[in-house]
């Protein structure tokens, strides 16, 4: 009979395409005179995930004609402390807009304002937080404990790991789908992160498995989603909300950054609008997508990355422009 669930529960499908028996969730299943109960570990509590899990499960084993009175009872028991108190992502749909120069700036604001604050930088493919904080150099393996905890590297006040920390400078990381969700799930779950008040999650662009995998492990509060206003980026943003919004997914999209809006050149104060004007904005409006801030081009913003400080910790211009952003995702987050 056991083994007969068992196949039934193979036939559970997750977002990662891989059945609940591979994925480890299933941790017992008792069976009792009149009742089955199948015991789950999960690390996502999110409503709607269980709600989905719990219905397939039952159809699955309905249509394998096991049960006609038996009832099913699904305990289900969430494996991480709630110590994050918010995790958000920050998402593009393409690479080169600014998602992590803004990932890194929120961060450090959040960390002004008095907050407790982890920056996971899960962008493999490419990892550049480590360079805007300062700390390429840093060895992970010295911060791995016997029992298998990371420690993260603080810099700047922000509690930081980096997908990135494993691979040495100028190295490629290839690694395969699995892989990369092992070492996202340990970044999250087996990390000392301590009491966080936000974890900023800076994801790789685009739509991707590992964006299913990571919606899937984890519990996102929102997502927070960056774009120019050049039409090839926002069409990728399209699929990417398109994503989010998926109703077995269906994750709060807290609101859309304009990054890039606008050049200011030394030479006169015109505005010009390089990736062309208010094109996020006319966006947001249509996709019913709130707007959360435009953040100009600007050559502090560049200069202070590549030197690995936070633009916001230096230059009163970026601080008061993402001051604005950052409490724009904070009043949307307790409105959500
Ligand atoms: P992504 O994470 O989307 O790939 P990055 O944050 O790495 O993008 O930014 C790409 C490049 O653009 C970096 O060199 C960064 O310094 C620069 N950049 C991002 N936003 C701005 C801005 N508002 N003004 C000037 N340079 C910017």
Redesign the pocket.
Known sequence: MKERIEKALENVILLDKKNIIESGFVKKIDLLSNKIIIYLSLSNPAMHFKNKLIKDITDSIKNQNILDTICIKIEMKSDIKPVIKNIIAVA?G???????????NIAVSLVKMGFHVGLLDA?I??P?IPL?FNIEEEDINTRIHKNGMINPIISYGVKILSIGFFSKYGQAIVWRGPMVTKVLRQFIHETDWGELDFLIV?LP?GTGDIHLSLLQEISLKGIVI?STSQKVALSDVNRSVGMFRIQSISVPILGIIE??SYVLTKESKEKCYFFGKNGVKNFSKKMNLFFLGE????????EY??LGIPGVLENENIKNIFLKITKNIINQLSMK
């Open positions: 593009s393409k690479g080169g807009v600014g998602k992590s120069t803004i990932s890194a962008d493919y490419g550049s805007m800076d662009p960056v990054n890039m953040i100009p081009m600007l050559q502090e913003i560049r990355s590549d």
